[in-house]
């Protein structure tokens, strides 16, 4: 690939833009971090005008079309997304574009990419959960990237939500019932551990309100189907009162 020499290049500087011929290498803190959702294994999400920014490209969006153009050829719906902020996600891998190459590299677990005038990397970053239960909010970041952020209810007096470090799964369900609670509906259901579980529900107010679960919205953007699709078995979920110093961190970087 023509790019793949100026990797050196790019690592002797990576504070700076290189040139090499008409090449633009991407600084290794420009890497863009993609986005994978369980439902679509094997594909790798940008944002479009992210990607279209960093490598050069030149994106159009049709509003009567509802459509975007990438170099002047239409997106499929088939290989886009939306993250929960309503901005649209491309599957990277699956663009067929001439002008774009795109090739993984197994040394830097990443996607190389390739615009003939721009070069730059697609890292593909661990999901991560927060759920603050003082706040009742639950965060869903992929690397340093919120791929969403939602009100929730979780234990009320009496029924406390466990604190605690945990990993979605094994279970997830698409709809389940409860076996304890008169078979009340849990559809989304992802497991935290035992009968715990983050799942939809149809009562979500402002405050603790469930008997352990974490509850979520199936309404609007409907963030419990949208989180079931996102995390993958294994992503660690943290479950304490406030945010980490993590979460602070990206808080006070996001304002700077």
Same mark, same amino acid.
């Not at 803190?29 to 439902?39: C, K």
């Not at 009567?64 to 997106?75: D, N, P």
């Not at 891998?93 to 721009?118: A, G, M």
């Not at 919120?146 to 009320?156: D, H, I, N, P």
């Given at each position: 690939m023509k790019g793949l020499g100026l990797i050196a290049i790019a690592a002797l500087a990576p504070f700076a833009y290189c040139q090499k011929g008409p090449t633009v290498v991407m600084p290794s803190e420009g890497d863009i971090e993609g986005v994978t959702f369980d439902s679509a294994r094997g594909a790798v999400y940008v944002p479009i005008l992210e990607f279209s920014d960093a490598f050069g490209l030149d994106a159009h969006y049709d509003s009567k079309g509802k459509q975007y153009t990438l170099e002047g050829v239409k997106i499929a719906s088939k290989i886009t997304k939306v993250l929960f902020d309503g901005s649209i996600l491309v599957d990277i891998k699956s663009l067929d574009i001439p002008k774009?190459? $795109?090739?993984?590299?197994?040394?830097?677990n990443s996607y190389q990419i390739d615009t003939e005038t721009h070069f730059g990397i697609v890292t593909v970053p661990e999901q991560w959960v927060e759920v603050?239960?003082?706040?009742? *909010?639950? *965060?869903?970041?992929?690397?340093?990237?919120?791929?969403?952020? /939602?009100?929730?209810? /979780?234990?009320?007096?009496?029924?406390? /939500?466990?604190?605690g470090e945990y990993t979605a799964g094994p279970e997830k369900s698409r709809y389940r019932t409860s076996a304890?609670?008169?078979?009340?509906?849990?559809?989304?259901? $992802?497991?935290? +551990?035992?009968?715990?579980?983050?799942?939809?529900?149809?009562?979500?107010p402002?405050? %603790?309100?469930?008997?352990?679960?974490?509850?979520? %919205?199936?309404?609007?953007?409907?963030?419990? *189907?949208?989180?079931?699709?996102?995390?993958? $078995?294994?992503? %660690?979920? /943290?479950? +304490?009162?406030?945010?980490?110093? *993590?979460?602070?961190?990206?808080?006070?970087?996001?304002?700077n």
């Amino acid at each position: 690939m023509k790019g793949l020499g100026l990797i050196a290049i790019a690592a002797l500087a990576p504070f700076a833009y290189c040139q090499k011929g008409p090449t633009v290498v991407m600084p290794s803190e420009g890497d863009i971090e993609g986005v994978t959702f369980d439902s679509a294994r094997g594909a790798v999400y940008v944002p479009i005008l992210e990607f279209s920014d960093a490598f050069g490209l030149d994106a159009h969006y049709d509003s009567k079309g509802k459509q975007y153009t990438l170099e002047g050829v239409k997106i499929a719906s088939k290989i886009t997304k939306v993250l929960f902020d309503g901005s649209i996600l491309v599957d990277i891998k699956s663009l067929d574009i001439p002008k774009i190459h $795109v090739q993984w590299d197994e040394e830097s677990n990443s996607y190389q990419i390739d615009t003939e005038t721009h070069f730059g990397i697609v890292t593909v970053p661990e999901q991560w959960v927060e759920v603050n239960l003082t706040a009742q *909010r639950l *965060r869903a970041y992929q690397g340093n990237r919120l791929v969403m952020e /939602t009100k929730v209810s /979780t234990g009320k007096r009496g029924y406390s /939500t466990p604190t605690g470090e945990y990993t979605a799964g094994p279970e997830k369900s698409r709809y389940r019932t409860s076996a304890k609670y008169e078979n009340a509906p849990m559809p989304f259901s $992802v497991q935290l +551990r035992g009968g715990y579980f983050i799942h939809g529900s149809s009562s979500v107010p402002n405050y %603790p309100a469930s008997h352990g679960c974490v509850r979520m %919205p199936l309404t609007g953007m409907n963030a419990a *189907r949208y989180f079931y699709e996102w995390v993958g $078995v294994g992503a %660690p979920i /943290t479950l +304490r009162y406030g945010w980490s110093e *993590r979460v602070a961190a990206l808080d006070s970087a996001a304002k700077n």
